[in-house]
Protein backbone atom coordinates (compact mmCIF):
# COMPACT_ATOMS: atom_id res chain seq x y z
CA UNK A 1 0.00 0.00 0.00
CA UNK A 2 1.45 3.48 -0.80
CA UNK A 3 0.23 5.13 2.20
CA UNK A 4 2.68 2.55 3.96
CA UNK A 5 5.65 4.29 3.06
CA UNK A 6 4.56 7.99 3.74
CA UNK A 7 6.53 9.48 5.81
CA UNK A 8 4.64 12.80 7.03
CA UNK A 9 3.28 12.12 10.60
CA UNK A 10 0.16 10.61 10.20
CA UNK A 11 -2.03 13.38 12.20
CA UNK A 12 -1.17 15.80 9.63
CA UNK A 13 -2.69 13.75 7.01
CA UNK A 14 -6.13 13.27 8.81
CA UNK A 15 -9.12 13.63 6.94
CA UNK A 16 -12.47 14.55 7.64
CA UNK A 17 -14.54 12.55 4.89
CA UNK A 18 -12.48 9.51 4.09
CA UNK A 19 -12.80 8.48 0.44
CA UNK A 20 -13.93 4.56 0.50
CA UNK A 21 -12.08 2.67 -2.60
CA UNK A 22 -14.00 -0.29 -4.61
CA UNK A 23 -13.60 -3.24 -3.49
CA UNK A 24 -10.56 -5.07 -4.48
CA UNK A 25 -11.25 -7.73 -7.80
CA UNK A 26 -9.71 -10.95 -7.77
CA UNK A 27 -9.25 -11.30 -4.30
CA UNK A 28 -9.96 -14.58 -2.06
CA UNK A 29 -12.88 -14.78 -0.48
CA UNK A 30 -12.51 -15.22 3.20
CA UNK A 31 -15.72 -16.77 4.22
CA UNK A 32 -17.44 -17.83 1.48
CA UNK A 33 -20.14 -15.69 -0.41
CA UNK A 34 -20.89 -12.24 1.40
CA UNK A 35 -23.71 -12.61 3.44
CA UNK A 36 -26.97 -10.55 2.40
CA UNK A 37 -26.77 -8.52 5.34
CA UNK A 38 -23.56 -7.55 4.73
CA UNK A 39 -23.77 -4.22 3.36
CA UNK A 40 -20.06 -4.28 1.06
CA UNK A 41 -18.63 -7.41 -0.64
CA UNK A 42 -16.99 -9.80 1.43
CA UNK A 43 -14.02 -9.49 -0.74
CA UNK A 44 -10.29 -9.95 1.46
CA UNK A 45 -6.86 -11.21 0.17
CA UNK A 46 -6.22 -14.13 2.02
CA UNK A 47 -2.08 -13.53 2.05
CA UNK A 48 -2.66 -9.99 3.42
CA UNK A 49 -4.98 -11.72 6.43
CA UNK A 50 -3.09 -13.77 7.39
CA UNK A 51 0.63 -11.40 7.47
CA UNK A 52 -1.55 -9.25 9.75
CA UNK A 53 -2.96 -12.16 11.83
CA UNK A 54 0.96 -13.19 12.31
CA UNK A 55 1.67 -10.01 12.87
CA UNK A 56 -0.90 -9.11 15.49
CA UNK A 57 -0.46 -12.43 17.23
CA UNK A 58 3.54 -11.42 17.37
CA UNK A 59 2.58 -8.13 19.27
CA UNK A 60 -0.02 -9.67 21.59
CA UNK A 61 2.73 -12.12 22.97
CA UNK A 62 5.38 -9.27 23.15
CA UNK A 63 2.79 -6.90 24.81
CA UNK A 64 1.13 -9.91 26.81
CA UNK A 65 4.93 -11.10 28.18
CA UNK A 66 5.54 -7.35 29.31
CA UNK A 67 2.03 -7.28 31.57
CA UNK A 68 0.28 -5.03 29.35
CA UNK A 69 -2.85 -6.83 28.29
CA UNK A 70 -4.04 -8.21 31.93
CA UNK A 71 -6.95 -10.36 32.27
CA UNK A 72 -8.15 -10.85 28.50
CA UNK A 73 -7.94 -6.84 28.02
CA UNK A 74 -6.60 -4.90 25.19
CA UNK A 75 -7.40 -5.29 21.54
CA UNK A 76 -5.38 -4.85 18.26
CA UNK A 77 -5.52 -4.19 14.65
CA UNK A 78 -4.54 -3.98 11.19
CA UNK A 79 -5.66 -2.50 7.97
CA UNK A 80 -6.30 -4.81 5.54
CA UNK A 81 -7.89 -2.60 3.03
CA UNK A 82 -9.03 0.47 1.96
CA UNK A 83 -12.15 -0.89 3.44
CA UNK A 84 -11.55 -3.65 6.06
CA UNK A 85 -9.38 -4.35 9.36
CA UNK A 86 -8.30 -7.64 10.53
CA UNK A 87 -9.06 -7.08 14.64
CA UNK A 88 -8.78 -9.05 18.35
CA UNK A 89 -11.52 -10.93 19.04
CA UNK A 90 -12.89 -10.13 22.18
CA UNK A 91 -12.40 -11.98 25.59
CA UNK A 92 -9.09 -13.80 24.03
CA UNK A 93 -5.57 -14.25 25.87
CA UNK A 94 -3.54 -11.38 24.30
CA UNK A 95 -0.53 -13.59 24.92
CA UNK A 96 -1.87 -16.42 23.47
CA UNK A 97 -3.69 -15.31 19.74
CA UNK A 98 -3.98 -17.87 16.79
CA UNK A 99 -5.59 -17.14 13.75
CA UNK A 100 -8.93 -17.91 15.19
CA UNK A 101 -8.62 -15.08 17.39
CA UNK A 102 -8.87 -13.00 14.85
CA UNK A 103 -11.82 -11.27 12.55
CA UNK A 104 -12.56 -9.03 9.72
CA UNK A 105 -14.89 -5.88 9.95
CA UNK A 106 -15.48 -3.07 7.53
CA UNK A 107 -14.45 0.39 8.75
CA UNK A 108 -17.85 1.15 10.21
CA UNK A 109 -17.24 -1.63 12.99
CA UNK A 110 -19.28 -4.33 11.49
CA UNK A 111 -18.24 -8.10 11.43
CA UNK A 112 -17.80 -9.60 7.95
CA UNK A 113 -18.72 -13.11 9.20
CA UNK A 114 -22.39 -12.63 10.98
CA UNK A 115 -21.16 -15.35 13.55
CA UNK A 116 -18.72 -13.17 15.57
CA UNK A 117 -19.33 -10.59 17.16
CA UNK A 118 -16.25 -7.67 17.54
CA UNK A 119 -15.90 -6.18 21.10
CA UNK A 120 -17.68 -2.69 21.52
CA UNK A 121 -14.12 -0.92 21.16
CA UNK A 122 -13.46 -2.26 17.74
CA UNK A 123 -15.59 1.12 17.03
CA UNK A 124 -12.27 3.41 18.77
CA UNK A 125 -9.63 1.37 15.53
CA UNK A 126 -11.93 1.34 12.66
CA UNK A 127 -12.53 5.32 13.59
CA UNK A 128 -8.36 5.48 13.44
CA UNK A 129 -8.13 3.92 10.44
CA UNK A 130 -11.35 6.16 8.80
CA UNK A 131 -9.74 9.97 10.44
CA UNK A 132 -6.07 8.69 9.34
CA UNK A 133 -5.80 7.14 5.73
CA UNK A 134 -2.02 5.87 6.19
CA UNK A 135 -2.73 4.13 9.82
CA UNK A 136 -1.90 0.75 9.06
CA UNK A 137 -1.84 -0.60 12.63
CA UNK A 138 -3.95 0.27 16.41
CA UNK A 139 -2.62 -1.10 19.71
CA UNK A 140 -4.65 -0.33 22.54
CA UNK A 141 -2.98 -1.82 25.86
CA UNK A 142 -3.69 -1.81 29.65
CA UNK A 143 -0.49 -1.18 31.53
CA UNK A 144 0.08 -0.39 35.29
CA UNK A 145 1.53 2.77 34.48
CA UNK A 146 -0.87 3.57 31.11
CA UNK A 147 -3.42 3.36 34.25
CA UNK A 148 -2.22 5.35 36.99
CA UNK A 149 -0.80 8.16 34.50
CA UNK A 150 -4.00 7.93 33.58
CA UNK A 151 -6.17 8.96 36.72
CA UNK A 152 -3.40 10.79 37.74
CA UNK A 153 -2.98 13.12 34.57
CA UNK A 154 -7.27 13.13 34.12
CA UNK A 155 -8.09 16.42 35.76
CA UNK A 156 -5.60 18.30 33.44
CA UNK A 157 -6.82 16.30 30.46
CA UNK A 158 -3.49 15.78 28.82
CA UNK A 159 -0.49 15.03 29.35
CA UNK A 160 2.64 17.28 28.12
CA UNK A 161 6.05 15.32 27.35
CA UNK A 162 8.74 18.02 26.99
CA UNK A 163 12.51 17.24 27.10
CA UNK A 164 12.31 13.94 26.83
CA UNK A 165 14.42 12.62 24.10
CA UNK A 166 12.33 9.42 23.35
CA UNK A 167 9.81 12.05 21.88
CA UNK A 168 11.60 11.50 18.99
CA UNK A 169 10.59 7.99 18.65
CA UNK A 170 6.89 9.21 17.44
CA UNK A 171 6.57 10.05 13.76
CA UNK A 172 7.14 13.29 13.03
CA UNK A 173 9.17 14.59 16.08
CA UNK A 174 12.98 15.02 15.63
CA UNK A 175 13.65 16.64 18.51
CA UNK A 176 13.64 17.01 22.26
CA UNK A 177 12.92 20.14 21.84
CA UNK A 178 9.14 19.71 21.06
CA UNK A 179 6.20 19.45 23.10
CA UNK A 180 4.35 15.95 22.65
CA UNK A 181 0.80 16.07 23.70
CA UNK A 182 -1.22 12.79 25.00
CA UNK A 183 -4.90 13.87 25.82
CA UNK A 184 -6.81 11.65 28.58
CA UNK A 185 -10.85 12.05 27.86
CA UNK A 186 -12.73 10.72 30.84
CA UNK A 187 -13.80 6.74 30.24
CA UNK A 188 -16.99 5.73 28.79
CA UNK A 189 -18.64 2.08 28.21
CA UNK A 190 -20.50 4.02 25.34
CA UNK A 191 -17.72 3.92 22.52
CA UNK A 192 -19.69 6.70 20.35
CA UNK A 193 -19.52 9.30 23.87
CA UNK A 194 -15.39 8.31 23.41
CA UNK A 195 -15.39 8.62 19.67
CA UNK A 196 -16.88 11.67 19.90
CA UNK A 197 -14.08 12.48 22.41
CA UNK A 198 -11.20 11.94 19.81
CA UNK A 199 -13.03 13.69 16.71
CA UNK A 200 -13.52 16.64 18.89
CA UNK A 201 -9.42 16.94 19.43
CA UNK A 202 -8.63 16.24 15.80
CA UNK A 203 -11.34 18.62 14.39
CA UNK A 204 -9.19 21.11 16.89
CA UNK A 205 -6.40 20.26 14.49
CA UNK A 206 -4.54 18.95 17.11
CA UNK A 207 -2.09 16.66 16.71
CA UNK A 208 -2.52 13.48 17.75
CA UNK A 209 -0.40 10.04 17.98
CA UNK A 210 -2.24 8.38 21.20
CA UNK A 211 -4.61 8.76 23.65
CA UNK A 212 -5.17 7.91 27.32
CA UNK A 213 -8.82 6.50 28.56
CA UNK A 214 -9.08 7.48 32.35
CA UNK A 215 -8.93 4.78 34.84
CA UNK A 216 -8.56 2.81 31.27
CA UNK A 217 -5.74 2.41 29.36
CA UNK A 218 -3.78 4.16 25.88
CA UNK A 219 -4.61 3.51 22.32
CA UNK A 220 -1.56 4.32 19.69
CA UNK A 221 -1.35 3.32 16.08
CA UNK A 222 1.39 3.99 13.34
CA UNK A 223 1.77 3.30 9.56
CA UNK A 224 2.23 -0.40 10.10
CA UNK A 225 2.80 -2.67 13.53
CA UNK A 226 6.30 -2.11 14.08
CA UNK A 227 5.67 2.08 14.29
CA UNK A 228 2.61 1.66 16.40
CA UNK A 229 4.62 -0.57 18.63
CA UNK A 230 7.25 1.50 18.52
CA UNK A 231 4.91 4.31 19.50
CA UNK A 232 3.39 2.43 22.45
CA UNK A 233 7.10 1.41 24.21
CA UNK A 234 7.66 5.22 23.77
CA UNK A 235 4.60 6.14 25.28
CA UNK A 236 4.84 3.70 28.26
CA UNK A 237 8.62 4.83 28.22
CA UNK A 238 7.44 8.54 28.79
CA UNK A 239 4.48 7.60 31.01
CA UNK A 240 6.58 5.81 33.65
CA UNK A 241 9.23 8.77 33.68
CA UNK A 242 6.56 11.35 34.19
CA UNK A 243 5.16 8.60 36.64
CA UNK A 244 8.90 8.48 38.35
CA UNK A 245 9.19 12.16 38.63
CA UNK A 246 5.82 12.62 40.17
CA UNK A 247 6.91 10.27 43.08
CA UNK A 248 10.07 11.48 43.51
CA UNK A 249 9.36 15.11 43.65
CA UNK A 250 6.11 14.10 45.64
CA UNK A 251 4.21 16.64 43.41
CA UNK A 252 0.82 16.79 41.52
CA UNK A 253 0.31 16.87 38.23
ZN1 LIG B 1 -9.78 -1.42 26.90
Redesign the pocket.
Known amino acids: MRELHQTAPLWQRASQKPRRAPPRRGSVTLTGPAPRSTPIAAQIDRARLEACAHQIAAAGRALGALGWTPAT???FSMRLDAQHAAVTISGRDKGQLGSDDIMVVDLDGRALDPQLRPSA?TALHTQIYRRFAAAGAVL?T?SRAQSVASRLFAARGVVRFEGWELQKAIAGYSSHDSVLELPVFANSQDMAVLARAVDGWLDAGRPLHGYL?DG??IYTWGKDMPEARRHLEALQFLLECELDLIRLRGTRP
Do not use: R, T, V, Y
Request: aromatic share 0%.
Open positions: SSNEHHIHG
